[in-house]
């Protein structure tokens, strides 16, 4: 048991870190590592658990998301337009590396479909007073 523990306590710090690095590299989804991340540390420890919730990082990127399995349109505009405007960038410097631009041209597309039909679109009042 204490072993399950200490690989989920593992697991979940390597997530919050990977999912830290997504919020400025669009390549790497934040929303999922810190789902999983919420999920190791609920199972490892409530006290890292109940740390992570209170985070402004937990509270911006997946609070609404976890309690209501959606995001204001505000929070999707934000989120597809700093992905666009980075990934852009990065077509833009692989001007020599094909390949390279057509995996960012398909990680863009995913992540427009994602987002405007995969993710619920909530009211901006539906929307906890933390989030605004």
């Known amino acids: ?15 919050l870190g990977l999912g830290c690095i997504g919020i400025v590299l669009p390549i790497l989804p934040t929303v999922p590592f810190f789902l999983v991340t919420a999920f190791c540390f609920a199972n490892s420890s409530q006290k890292l658990h109940d740390w992570f919730v209170g985070t402004k990082m937990y509270k911006k990127h997946l609070e609404s998301f976890v309690q209501k399995r959606g995001m204001t349109t505000e929070t999707k505009i934000t989120i597809i337009t ?29 992540h427009l479909l994602y987002f405007v039909f995969g993710v619920k679109t909530l009211p901006k009042n539906a929307v ?3 989030e605004t």
């Not at 048991?1 to 997530?15: A, E, F, S, T, Y």
């Not at 990934?87 to 001007?95: D, Q, T, V």
């Open 1 to 15: 048991m204490r072993l399950k523990r200490l690989l989920l306590l593992i697991v979940g710090c390597i997530c």
């Open 82 to 110: 700093s992905v666009t405007v980075l990934m852009g960038i990065g077509f833009l410097l692989m001007s020599r590396v094909p390949v390279g631009r057509v995996i960012l041209a398909i990680v863009w597309i995913c």
């Open 128 to 130: 906890p007073e933390s």
